[in-house]
């Protein structure tokens, strides 16, 4: 079975911290995710990456980056954590050309 | 933009009865996923639809694809408990690094 995993289940970090979250998988996949969900607007992707040291800007980046230095970890970081980051992070992986996706069990990170 | 839109927001039944949710999108699509979301967890894939398909089955699970309404339907059969869950659908534009674009998810309440 594909394994994704993150590094925190929770976090909570201060205002104006620089965060980073973690996410290995374990199956070799080229592509990966980072997704922020919160209620009522469904899951919205922040970056992703289709190979190593490659990235995207998905919907919302701002305030965000990525690093992808190795294939198996993708690494989103908070330069300057605001109160309005405070939210549920999914990463994802998945085969390149295969449409699904594989996700972690998620980081929920309060930002005070 | 929100490209699936779940239908309804919420839903509670009973056990043993179907429950049906909906998926309105708004461009072209390579194909249709859906996913569930136990509460405060990350999300696994169900079944995936193709746009040259009309209906597929899994199990208890039967998912069907209007691509001139441009609308899916997840129904669920003799429902569990344990069906407790948030359903998304994703669509997958055939865009760069297989990024999907997720609804915001119909809350599904099965009581015992």
């Known amino acids: 079975d594909v394994k994704v995993t993150q590094s925190s289940r929770y976090l909570v970090k201060r205002t104006g911290e620089k965060v980073f979250l973690e996410c290995v998988q374990d199956?070799?996949?080229?592509?990966m995710f980072w997704y922020r969900q919160d209620p009522g607007l469904g899951l919205r992707l922040i970056y992703f990456?289709?190979?190593?040291?490659?990235?995207e800007k998905g919907d919302i980046p701002e305030g965000y980056s990525v690093s992808r230095e190795k294939k198996e970890r993708f690494s989103l970081i908070l330069e300057s954590a605001s109160t309005n980051q405070t939210s549920m992070y999914l990463c994802?992986?998945?085969?390149?050309?295969?449409?699904?996706?594989?996700f972690g069990p998620g980081t929920r990170l309060t930002v005070t | 933009s929100q490209q699936g839109e779940e239908d309804p927001q919420a839903l509670s039944i009973q056990e043993g009865e179907n429950a049906t949710m909906n998926c309105s999108y708004k461009?072209?699509?390579?194909?249709l996923q859906w996913y569930r979301q136990n509460s405060g967890r990350g999300l696994v894939h169900l079944i995936l639809?193709?746009?040259?398909?009309r209906e597929k089955h899994s199990g208890r699970l039967r998912v069907t694809l209007d691509t001139s309404k441009k609308s899916s339907s997840l129904l669920i059969t003799a429902s569990r408990a344990a069906d407790t869950a948030s359903y998304f659908c994703?669509?997958?534009?055939?865009?760069?690094?297989?990024?999907?674009?997720f609804g915001e998810g119909t809350q599904l309440t099965v009581n015992p």
């Open positions: 990456s289709y190979d190593v040291k490659m990235k």
């Open positions: 461009t072209s699509i390579n194909n």
């Open positions: 639809i193709r746009s040259n398909e």
């Open positions: 994703a669509t997958d534009e055939g865009t760069s690094g297989s990024r999907l674009t």
């Open positions: 994802a992986s998945s085969l390149a050309g295969i449409a699904q996706q594989y």
């Open positions: 199956m070799d996949h080229e592509n």
